[in-house]
């Protein structure tokens, strides 16, 4: 799509929808196409009739298939950001860090220090790497989440379909998921389940905390002792739900932070690792099982502990 440099469309043109937006809702869908430009405005032209498609007027909430014509009308849009590579560190890592990959979908160990996404303040993350190390590939999307400092198994949509069906899956208990995480203290129970409802709040500075509190959304995580140390206890993290920083919190509640996170974590504890060298979250998310979006074969996906975890525990005793 060119455009003028008023930096609006010049005239009505029309797109035809491929399997790539298929199952997309309009609204959605022109949300991507027509960046910049308010939903206000966006919902408006659709009520209006100025959007169609196959010549009729439609509903923000149609869902598009394959081979539908959408007819866009003169509109003005954002002007294109300046471009900005990924660090060649990061796209480095991605190509080597493959865990599974077929016509559908994409897994990857997540290297810690990274977004997910670019954002506020956050020029490229791990999905705008992957875009641009698979310049071809039509259809590349972010299945869920993992903390910026968090590494570990992340799940790639290549195709709308399968983004859909996953996402049905994690708004169930269609996906197990093991964490490993390194907690602070000697942990002397050996399973426990922590059911404590999350609530998220943002500071005056906009930092993201959550806190436990009985006006939070429902959470629950199984913790199960992995290996006791002098100082610290290997741990399994399950979490039944999905919540915002949930094994973080979770851990403190417990009385024992995760090594490393400066957030929920005893600041003196992290200092002292600090000082023996280890500078970073040691949360993991080590394994996913869940049923193929298309096949519906049953996958179980593992992503092996990142050098300078692995080096931590081979020191600890």
């Known amino acids: 799509m060119k455009k003028e440099e008023n930096n609006a469309i010049p005239k009505v043109y029309f797109i035809e929808i491929t399997d790539a937006h298929e199952g997309q809702r309009l609204d959605n869908f022109l949300m991507k196409v027509l960046k910049g430009v308010p939903k206000s405005r966006i919902y408006r032209i659709i009520r209006k009739g100025e959007v169609r498609i196959n010549k009729g007027r439609c509903d923000a909430k149609r869902k598009l298939l394959q081979g539908d014509i959408v007819r866009i009308p003169p509109i003005r849009v954002a002007e294109e950001k300046e471009f ?30 990274f977004a997910v996404h670019g954002g506020s303040g956050i020029s490229s993350g791990i999905i705008e790497a992957l875009r641009e190390i698979r310049p071809d590939s039509r259809f590349l999307e972010l299945v869920h989440r993992l903390d910026r400092d968090t590494s570990g198994c992340l799940i790639i949509a290549k195709k709308r379909s399968a983004l859909r069906t996953l996402h049905e899956y994690f708004r169930g208990s269609g996906v197990k998921k093991n964490y490993l995480a ?3 203290g000697r942990w002397e129970k050996k399973k426990l389940v922590v059911d404590q409802p999350l609530l998220k709040n943002v500071s005056h500075g906009g930092e993201r905390m959550v806190k436990i509190s009985s006006a939070g959304k429902a959470s629950q995580t199984l ?74 074969e049953l996958l179980k996906i593992t992503a092996p502990l990142p050098d300078d975890l692995q080096l931590l525990l081979d020191n600890e005793k």
Request: aromatic share 10%; no cysteine.
């Open 223 to 296: 913790f199960r002792r992995l290996t006791l140390y002098n100082d610290a206890t290997l741990v399994e993290a399950s979490p039944y739900t999905g919540r915002t920083h949930q094994i973080r919190v979770h851990a403190a509640w417990l009385g024992h932070g995760i090594i490393g996170d400066e957030r929920y974590g005893e600041h003196e504890i992290n200092k002292n690792f600090r000082k023996r060298g280890f500078k970073r979250l040691f949360l993991h998310a080590h394994k996913l099982q869940f049923a193929h979006p298309v096949t519906g």
């Open 84 to 113: 900005i590579a990924a660090p060649a560190y990061l796209t480095a890592r991605l190509k080597h860090d493959i865990l599974f990959e077929d016509d559908a979908i994409l897994v990857i160990n997540k290297p810690s220090g």
């Open 182 to 184: 390194l907690l602070q």
